[in-house]
């Protein structure tokens, strides 16, 4: 094992991923001690591409797993499949031990397992707040002949604005509230988006490269607010390209190549992994992954073991 | 020119017994376009639904009109339900490629010699399909219909159940898009798969809106029936429709009021400019033109005005600049 270290001033929620994860094989498709997401054979093709083409694969309750890669790697595809917006040519996959390959994306995201998009997906022509609003499940005024009864949905209403402004304000977003979130730039999307996927008080929170076009004051931030989630007990699973930051949240990372997983580990050690650097700089390549230069190079394979 | 004839018949127009049904088609389009944004190019279907049903309920089948109105109803859901199954799972588009062929399939249906005996082919039904309804005419017999209104006492009876007909659905939309339900909904016409994101059954909200504005387009049928008393397959052709979106666009679609304000305007300045180029020709003032051509000439010029609106107004009468000019990114 190569020695991840840990922060003596870690969370709990910290400390406990990095103690369930302590143990775990630094080898693609290695077993948690608590999956809350475990996926077989997931295939898809497209045209004569395999886009996807999982083995094994297993996502630790509460921690925070990154999953990188290359450009084109299937990241977003693997996303898409997993959380039904996508069908795959074959696999079969469990979210708390249950089958849910073949279950429609809305059922999905009720019984906790929530995801954001690469290209984000704001509402433009509804406010901050609606967009918000949108998010929080079991409304009784979202049925068709309940939301004629103002009084049968109002305090529950209230309640959810009330949460919703808290995670405004989390995010830097409550003085939009009444702003179309049309009018918000690129990064603010991005944040909206992720504060609105919070709303549905998810198991599991999938985000599709959520610090993309965040400026870098903020990013700060907005890394501590995601491991705040991981402190409040949701499992984060997410997509960057920025290796900083995937080393500074990440519990666990997942490493993806043309559709496959090719390494996992924990950030450390997987930023030193050869095939790692190979897949992601080219065969001759003398950069590090991260800027503090946290990925030695040219280490040979093996090292990391 | 005798203005005081073009402003009775202009006004009569407006507000009259087809702007009714053009706006009660116009509300539920609203709620499938506007608001869900369903591209529904089929709402004739919905509004002749409700027409045969009177016609078939009370003429062929002489039973009651109340009947005839409840299975209009019926007949509507189950023919949204028949277009929607399908194609609302799918791209929206779709849906309109299926609504307006289906549209114009129930119109070749029904107007077909096979089935004569209860549509009434090319001829349609003419008979005493509202008579249940003007029985009920609490207006003096004698009653003088309104000096610059050229209503008969039965029309204006039509007039106002038809209004107080509008008027109810208007509410009940109101009602629904201000709830969380119309959250749902315009969360679906701005991006379907957040709103999937976040756990909504987006299928069962855009059958919900499908059915629900084919309803009340059964309804502008209904009156449709009741007032003119015959109904007949080509009077629902798909420019019905057109004419529909174009009241919706005119008023401002996802608006309450949209459907109300875009009848008026648009019943109002096609009756108003075909009075004056009528009147204009007959009195020698135009003469390039004879009296033949105003019928076209006047949607030449509702064309050409709803062009205008659209470069410069684009959210129409009543829509709101700032919501319109967001890119939906
Ligand atoms: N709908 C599609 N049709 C055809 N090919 C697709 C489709 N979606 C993805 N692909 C292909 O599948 C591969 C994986 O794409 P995917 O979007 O999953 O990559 P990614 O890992 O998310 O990349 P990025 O980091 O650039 O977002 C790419 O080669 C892409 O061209
Ligand atoms: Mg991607």
Same mark, same amino acid.
């Not at chain 1, 925070?64 to 084109?72: F, H, S, V």
């Not at chain 1, 979130?181 to 690129?186: E, I, K």
């Given at each position: 094992m190569p020695a991840s270290t840990l922060d003596p001033d870690a969370p709990p929620g910290r400390r406990a991923a990095f103690a369930a994860l302590a143990d775990v094989d630094c080898l693609p498709g290695s077993a948690k001690p608590d999956p809350i997401l475990v996926a077989d054979h997931v295939s898809r093709q497209f045209g004569g591409l395999k886009a996807v083409d999982v083995n094994h694969v297993e996502i630790q309750r509460g921690a925070?797993?990154?999953?990188? @890669?290359?450009? @084109?790697a299937g990241k977003t595809t693997l996303f898409n499949l997993l959380t039904g917006f996508d069908k795959p040519d074959s696999g079969k996959w469990t979210f708390n031990d249950r089958q849910i390959a073949g279950t429609a994306p809305y059922r999905l995201a009720r019984m906790g397992m929530v995801r954001t998009f690469q290209l984000t997906k704001a509402l433009s022509r509804m406010t901050v707040m609606d967009n918000m609003r949108l998010g929080a499940k079991g409304q009784t005024g979202e049925r068709f002949f309940a939301s004629l009864l103002p009084f049968t949905w109002k305090a529950q209403e209230a309640a959810n604005e009330k949460r919703a402004l808290d995670l405004l304000a989390r995010f830097n977003l409550d003085a939009k509230v009444d702003?179309?979130? @049309?009018?918000?730039?690129? @990064?603010q999307r991005k944040l909206l988006e992720m504060a609105r996927a919070l709303m549905t008080s998810p198991e599991i929170i999938m985000l599709d490269e959520p610090m993309a076009g965040v400026?870098?004051?903020?990013?700060?931030?907005l890394l501590g607010h995601i491991k705040n989630i991981r402190e409040e007990g949701t499992t984060v699973l997410f997509v960057e390209h920025d290796m900083?930051?995937?080393?500074d949240i990440s519990d666990w990372v997942i490493v993806m190549a043309q559709g496959e997983i090719i390494a996992e580990g924990p950030p450390d050690a997987v930023m030193k992994d050869s095939q790692v650097i190979d897949a992601y700089l080219g065969a001759h390549h003398d950069k590090a992954l991260t800027s503090d230069g946290a990925a030695l190079t040219n280490t040979p394979a093996g090292d990391t073991q | 020119m005798d203005f005081s004839i073009i402003l009775s018949q202009t006004l009569t127009q407006a507000i009259g017994i087809t702007a009714i049904i053009y706006c009660l088609a116009a509300i539920g389009l609203n709620v499938q376009f506007g608001y869900t944004g369903l591209l529904n190019f089929g709402q004739v279907a919905f509004v002749a639904a409700g027409a045969y049903a009177v016609g078939v309920i009370v003429f062929t089948f002489d039973l009651s009109l109340w009947l &005839?109105?409840?299975v209009g109803v019926v007949a509507a859901t189950l023919l949204a339900l028949l277009l929607g199954i399908p194609t609302l799972r799918l791209r929206a588009d779709y849906l309109a490629i299926v609504t307006i062929a289906a549209s114009e399939l129930l119109r070749l249906l029904v107007r077909s010699i096979a089935f004569k005996d209860i549509f009434g082919g090319a001829q349609g039904l003419n008979g005493k399909l509202g008579q249940q309804f003007h029985d009920l005419n609490p207006l003096p017999i004698d009653f003088q219909p309104l000096p610059i209104l050229t209503w008969t006492r039965q029309d204006i009876w039509v007039v106002i159940v038809g209004w107080l007909l509008v008027a109810l659905f208007t509410l009940l939309v109101w009602g629904l898009v201000r709830s969380p339900w119309g959250r749902v909904v315009k969360g679906i016409r701005e991006d379907e798969d957040a709103v999937v994101s976040l756990g909504k059954n987006v299928f069962v909200y855009k059958m919900q809106a499908l059915v629900l504005g084919g309803i009340i387009g059964a309804f502008g049928g209904? #009156?449709? &029936? #009741? &007032?003119? /008393?015959? #109904? /007949?397959?080509?009077?629902f052709q798909p420019d019905f429709t057109f004419f529909v979106y174009t009241i919706l666009l005119l008023g401002g679609a996802a608006r309450v009021f949209g459907p109300i304000v875009g009848t008026i305007i648009f019943w109002f300045l096609l009756t108003g400019i075909g009075e004056v180029l009528s009147q204009a020709i007959n009195a020698g003032y135009i003469d390039f033109l004879s009296s033949t051509d105003v019928g076209s000439i006047r949607f030449i010029l509702m064309g050409l005005g709803l062009m205008l609106l659209m470069i410069f107004r684009p959210q129409g009468i009543f829509g709101d600049r700032k919501e319109l000019a967001l890119d939906a990114r």
């Open positions: 925070i797993t990154a999953l990188i @890669g290359p450009n @084109g702003d179309f979130a @049309g009018s918000l730039s690129g @990064g400026n870098p004051a903020l990013t700060q931030s900083d930051m995937v080393h | &005839a109105i409840l209904i #009156v449709w &029936a #009741v &007032a003119k /008393q015959s #109904v /007949q397959p080509d009077t």
